[in-house]
């Protein structure tokens, strides 16, 4: 590991203005991302700037039934928060099925959404990869592709997004708070991470020096009843092969209002849009929840090795709208 | 690049220099000989190098040892001493709960962790939703699946915690 300087923030402002200024510094939420990637020899930063005692640790309620989530909340304590597990019970669960006890106390909600991608090429240093080093070829074609996108790839790179939190979020209509090296300003969480096309090399829109404070998310009483499925190779402690956070409003047994979101299958956590227009006014029973999972599926484009995310999908998709209904239904 | 850090690690008072690089399990092994925490994988996928700090059950290997200044770490080692176990020290050696033992301080540490999250009614991924936790086998192996054996002693990993926590 390349020796590097450490530096505590206390000041949001400084702590930007410090990064901003150095490009080989970077931001240090909880360290569970990043120090494996010192470690991997992924990065190599001169200067670390620990955000973690800037008392971004608040989750506040917000005038208009909305709640703010200040950058620092660990993930655990954001599971854990009465406010989420009665108004967005969705985030409660995807944080939930992510990582393990000891890791969701570290991780921070600002960290957790930039985490990188957990694509064996790009961990190896030893194989090219355009993410880690653009230009050097994407070892996963013709590779290993068991946990790589089915949307939104590209020939330069299919790594998806590995964030449980983020789908919640997304489906949630999250916006994030960012502060930058010229003030501050609001990204919707929709807008945050981006597909690979031939920059893979950025997973989101940021630029050095942006800070993220706090993730936003707006009222949704919708979501008073929402649910995050996750479906993997074991079953606690590991990364989703895919998974869904879902929400639907059904009256007189006919869905009115559906959102969906999907993790596992792309560079970011990917909005179904398809699947909820085909929800929305349809009956409430499995053949509409197949359409809707057909729907979205008509626009994937799996690779050798993750076909087996489309019946995966498929089943996680219908699943988690027969629970949401038949609770609806209750 | 060094730095002085100054924490409680078992009940004692330190005063380190450590390198910027080092993580809190290095200092811990290398620096001053606590080698109760174990190194099993270093890039926390196995829990060994679980520790207390502030109370919070965390992987030391992922932790810079910079980041720790001001704070209070517990090892397995410090939950209790020989002449007095901590309960859950007890009820692994009752249960049979090891057989290397090497994953064993990290199962401690984190079962303590565990316990206190349970009691202030944290939920897992094993509560259902809209109610709270209560101490059974899902909730454990669930709230447990941070920390392997290689040995494979869960079943009996599962009965230890299960009688302390009962206890509480
Ligand atoms: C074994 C293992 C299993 C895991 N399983 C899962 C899983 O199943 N699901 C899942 O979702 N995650 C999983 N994770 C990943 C884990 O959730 C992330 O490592 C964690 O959320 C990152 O948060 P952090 O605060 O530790 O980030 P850090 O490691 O501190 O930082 C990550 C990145 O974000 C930047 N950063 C941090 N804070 C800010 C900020 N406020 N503003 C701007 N930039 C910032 C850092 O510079 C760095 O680039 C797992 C991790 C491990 C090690
Ligand atoms: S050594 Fe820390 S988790 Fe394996
Ligand atoms: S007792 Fe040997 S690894 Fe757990």
New binding site residues.
């Given amino acids: 590991m390349k020796p590097f300087d450490y530096q505590r923030a206390h000041d949001v402002a400084q702590a930007v203005a410090t990064v901003a200024a150095e490009p080989g510094a ?11 990637h010192l470690k991997l020899g992924i990065t190599a930063p001169e200067l670390l700037v620990d ?1 973690t005692r800037l008392h971004l640790d608040e989750v506040e309620e917000l005038g208009d039934g909305g709640v703010r989530i200040g ?1 620092g909340v660990r ?1 655990s304590d954001l599971a854990a928060h009465p406010l989420i597990r009665q108004r967005y019970p969705v985030l409660s669960e995807a944080l939930l ?4 006890g000891q ?1 969701r106390n ?3 909600t ?3 959404l ?2 990188r991608t957990r694509c064996v090429y790009f961990q190896d240093t030893t194989t090219p990869c355009n993410k880690r080093e653009p230009g050097s070829g994407c070892s996963a074609l013709g590779g290993y592709t068991r946990h790589h996108a089915i949307f939104g790839a590209s020939e330069h790179c299919s790594a998806t997004h ?4 983020a789908v919640a979020m997304l489906m949630l209509d999250a916006v994030v708070e960012v502060q930058g090296a010229t003030g501050p300003r609001r990204v919707a969480l929709a807008d945050l991470h981006r597909l690979p096309g031939d920059r893979p090399q950025d997973d989101t829109i940021l630029e050095h020096g ?3 404070t706090a993730v936003e998310l707006p009222a949704a009483p919708i979501a008073r009843r929402s649910r995050y499925r996750k479906v993997r190779d074991r079953a606690s ?4 092969l895919v998974s869904v956070a879902a929400a639907v409003e059904v009256a007189d047994g006919r869905i009115t209002e559906a959102r969906l979101a999907l993790g596992g299958v792309a560079h970011k956590p990917w909005r179904a849009e398809r699947a909820e227009s085909a929800l929305r006014g349809a009956v409430a029973d499995d053949e509409a929840f197949a359409a809707a999972a057909e729907a979205e599926l008509a626009r994937a484009r799996p690779l050798e090795g993750n076909a087996v995310k489309l019946p995966l999908l498929r089943g996680a998709i219908t699943a988690v709208l027969r629970d949401l209904c038949e609770e609806d239904s209750r | 690049m060094e730095t002085e850090i100054k924490l409680r690690i078992n009940g004692e008072r330190y005063s380190l220099r450590v390198d910027t690089r080092t993580t809190l399990l290095d200092a811990l092994r290398e620096g001053l000989g606590v080698t109760s925490t174990k190194k099993g994988c270093d ?3 196995c829990g060994s190098c679980t520790v207390l700090l502030d109370g919070r059950r965390t992987l030391s290997c ?1 932790t810079l040892a910079v980041t720790t200044d001001d704070t209070e770490i517990v090892t397995a080692e410090g939950l209790g001493g020989d002449n007095e176990p901590h309960p859950l020290h007890r009820a692994f050696i009752d249960n049979d709960a090891f057989q290397c033992g090497y994953c064993t301080p990290g199962q401690i540490c984190s079962a303590a962790g565990m316990l206190t999250e349970l009691d202030a009614g944290h939920p897992s991924a094993a509560t259902p939703q809209g109610s709270e936790p209560r101490l059974d086998d899902d909730e454990i192996r669930e709230r447990m699946s941070g920390n392997l054996c290689r040995c494979g002693a869960y079943s009996h990993i599962v009965s230890a915690i299960r009688e302390v926590g009962g206890r509480a």
């Fill in positions: 970077v931001f240090l939420g909880g360290g569970t991302n990043l120090v494996d955000v950058a993930n099925a992510g990582a393990s890791l570290a991780a921070t600002g960290g957790n930039l985490q590995p964030s449980d939190m942006d800070l993220i402690y590991a990364f989703a | 890039h926390g996928q992922l």
